[in-house]
């Protein structure tokens, strides 16, 4: 699989350990940085580099790693098309796929280590939407809600 993967100073090391076990597993890496520690670097630049790869179809999954993931979830939430959930357990990640049709996860790389964050990711991108009339419905009122907000 395709995957975006992006992080600041403070996911940069959980970062390093994930592409190398991803590429390992045979996924095509897409690091959008960081590429060096830089303390005064901003996570949304990085989440929104995740974002826009998803939706130029650069990649079809994406990863962000912040401190505590949430500020990269709010960010990369704000591109039209991305459904990012910030995930520190398996069920999470996989349900996420299956009834949300998520499509980046967020994770925290100052709340996980790397063996749980290597489980989540798993379950991630293992993990594939699934078409029941109930989820598509949910998903369809999403789009929608995307499309022309809440008025």
């Known amino acids: 699989m395709r995957v975006a993967i992006g992080a600041d100073h403070a996911g940069f090391e959980l970062k390093t350990e994930i592409v190398r076990w ?51 979830c709010i960010t990369a939430n704000k591109i039209k098309g991305i459904r990012a959930c910030l995930c520190h357990d398996t069920y999470t990640a996989r349900q996420g796929v299956e009834h949300d049709d998520m499509n980046v996860v967020c994770i925290g790389g100052r709340v996980i280590g790397i063996e749980l964050a290597k489980a989540v990711l798993e379950a991630f991108l293992e993990a594939a939407f699934i078409p029941e009339p109930r989820f598509q419905r949910r998903l369809d009122k999403l789009y929608q809600v995307e499309q022309n907000g809440l008025n």
């Open 22 to 72: 991803l590429e390992s597993a045979g996924h095509q890496i897409n690091d959008l940085g960081a590429h060096v520690i830089d303390p005064n670097d901003d996570y949304p630049d990085f989440a929104a580099a995740v974002a826009k790869s998803l939706r130029a179809g650069d990649s079809e999954r994406g990863v962000i790693i912040c401190g505590s993931g949430v500020g990269a």
